[in-house]
């Protein structure tokens, strides 16, 4: 007889723990979309400022997002046939796989939250040097039209503010044509608009484009911390049943 009671207790709890698998796998689903979701709209939405950056860092972490999401995707079929077919091998491949997009996860929320800690320092050091060295360059289009549309963007300046373009070797250059400003500084953007620096012609009074780039970033790449690490905390409970499954 408690053999039997214990036969029924163990169906039980396989059942419980089939239907339980199922409803973490749908949830792994719905969070690996939204890696992959912040992801892809951290790069084609956000691309254009990444050549203004030192280091590949932030888009690396976006591109560690994009491989995990990926293979959540492929995962998530894998861990439905293991659990319809209760195949021990296939529930430990799975488990394997699991693992894996948490510490591919992990890196990413890392990464970011480590890049977001020395963003500041990186763009004050670089940025102005960037712009005033790089703008309208040879060879430099991609650094150009990156800043032109960071100074339309946010409605900035130069670097710390419109003064540092008296030292660029574009404004410097003939090719300025007697400007003062590139025209992407300008509120209205006409041919050679940028000879006048008045306040009511260019974002003179706005502030420069640091502060509005760095808080810009410092937001992505919170949500993409928070995205990686967050996801990958929620897998660990997962990983867990599915290891009890398997054994």
């Known amino acids: 007889m ?24 749908f949830l792994f689903w719905v969070g690996g979309a939204a890696v992959l979701g ?6 084609v939405e956000k691309s254009d400022y990444l050549s203004l950056l030192a280091s590949s860092t932030f888009a690396v972490s976006a591109y560690i997002l994009i491989l995990a999401g990926g293979l959540v995707v492929v995962t998530g079929f894998l861990g439905c046939c293991a659990v319809i077919r209760e195949q021990r091998s296939c529930l430990s491949l799975y488990f394997f796989c699991l693992l894996l997009i948490f510490l591919i996860e992990l890196v990413a929320g890392v990464l970011a939250y480590v890049y977001y800690q020395r963003l500041s ?7 102005n040097q960037t712009m005033t060295e790089n703008y309208a360059q040879p060879g430099k289009e991609a650094i150009t039209l990156a800043v032109d549309k960071l ?15 008296t030292v660029s070797v574009y404004i410097s250059s003939n090719q300025a ?4 400003v590139p025209d992407s500084c300008c509120k209205t953007i006409t041919p050679r608009c940028g000879k006048r620096d008045h306040p009511s012609n260019i974002y003179k009074v706005e502030g420069g484009c640091i502060t509005k780039l ?22 660990v409970s997962k990983i867990q049943i599915v290891e009890t499954d398997s054994s």
């Open 2 to 25: 408690s053999a039997v009671y214990k036969d029924d207790q163990d169906d039980w709890l396989t059942v419980c723990l089939k239907y339980l698998l199922f409803v973490f796998n």
């Open 177 to 180: 044509e007697g400007r003062v």
């Open 214 to 235: 760095e808080q810009f970033l410092a937001d992505h790449l919170l949500v993409i911390g928070a995205v990686g690490i967050g996801v990958a905390c929620l897998q």
């Open 38 to 43: 912040v992801g892809v709209w951290t790069l």
């Open 151 to 165: 100074q339309q963007d946010f409605k900035c300046c130069g670097s710390n503010n419109s003064h540092d373009w």
């Open 121 to 127: 320092e990186e763009l004050k050091q670089h940025l």
